[in-house]
């Protein structure tokens, strides 16, 4: 199981020092010393915890954890405050504005520890609790409400990155034939299958695999240009293919197929035409044109 991840947000090196000997055999331990590097690292690893401590460049303490708190990618991350001059009215501002703690930086480490602990221990509880609400129950794949979070997320790092995204919309050929002559328990177990299809094709840990409602499935593919995805769509409808699940008699096909739909961009801040929407919305597009061209291919 992996490691649960800490970063530290603090300006001293010799602090710094001191945290990572504490926490690192313990946890995945990240250290940032300036307030940009910290929300780039906070978003890009989406850390379990971030010990946030009163000295960072030029930057406000008290802003930065406003901005961890408001960050729609770091919001859920519980943030920790350690302070090298502690004051009640200090520790108020920085409750009030939804920091989960706040204790002097000369705490005992053993104290500090026990303290950290107890509280990534609850932020593991509400993380796989998330993960059951972000599931889709059938198939075991990200929900459509976890796609759209995680769609957000990497639009925003390909733009940071100047990197391509792209997206492979996926429907089930003739699905409601296939129910109608086997019926809806037939129909939920073929449903898995083309799932385990659909997240098998996945070529990175940073590849995504939806179902998005129905029997239509997504797959979002970071650093990935439209040749690219081409390829995988390709594969992906060949391994539909080689299930072999018989279809309805009624069906063009005498095996259960599928069609796709792909599209591709490198998101940026300067056109406001291109956005989230619209790559899927360029998918979906492509998806329907495949079913037109006779099915079972991808456009």
């Not at 976890?146 to 639009?155: C, G, H, R, S, V």
């Not at 002559?181 to 995504?208: M, N, P």
């Not at 997504?218 to 299930?243: M, S």
Request: contains cysteine; glycine residues 4%.
């Amino acid at each position: 199981m992996a490691m649960q991840t800490i970063l530290v947000v603090n300006g001293n090196k010799k602090r710094i020092s001191e945290l990572t000997s504490l926490f690192e055999p313990h946890y995945d331990f990240k250290a940032a010393q300036d307030s940009k590097s910290a929300m780039e690292l906070a978003v890009k690893l989406d850390a379990d915890l971030i010990l946030l401590g009163s000295k960072i460049d030029n930057v406000d303490s008290l802003d930065l954890c406003q901005k961890f708190i408001q960050n729609p990618f770091t919001k859920h991350t519980p943030v920790i405050v350690t302070s090298d001059e502690v004051s009640e009215q200090e520790e108020e501002v920085f409750l009030s504005i939804g920091a989960i703690d706040y204790f002097s930086s000369t705490t005992l480490k053993s104290i500090l520890f026990n303290r950290v602990r107890n509280h990534l221990k609850t932020a593991k509880k509400l993380k796989e609790l998330e993960l059951i609400a972000c599931t889709d129950g059938l198939t075991g794949l990200a929900n459509k409400m976890q796609f759209t979070t995680i769609l957000n997320k990497e639009w925003h790092a390909a733009i940071r990155g100047n990197y391509s995204l792209a997206a492979i919309m996926v429907d089930i050929d003739q699905f409601k034939l296939y129910n109608d002559q086997f019926g809806h328990i037939e129909g939920d177990e073929c449903l898995k299958k083309i799932a385990r299809a659909v997240d098998e094709t996945r070529r990175r840990d940073e590849d995504v695999a939806s179902r998005f409602g129905g029997e239509e499935f997504v797959l979002l593919l970071p650093y990935t240009d439209l040749k690219g995805a081409h390829r995988v769509a390709e594969k992906l409808l060949k391994n539909i293919r080689e299930l072999k699940i018989p279809h309805s008699e009624s069906a063009i096909h005498p095996m259960v197929t599928a069609s796709a739909g792909v599209s591709a961009c490198i998101p940026n801040h300067f056109d406001r035409h291109l956005t989230t929407e619209t790559l899927l919305a360029d998918a979906d597009s492509n998806l329907y044109r495949a079913k037109e061209k006779g099915r079972n291919c991808y456009v």
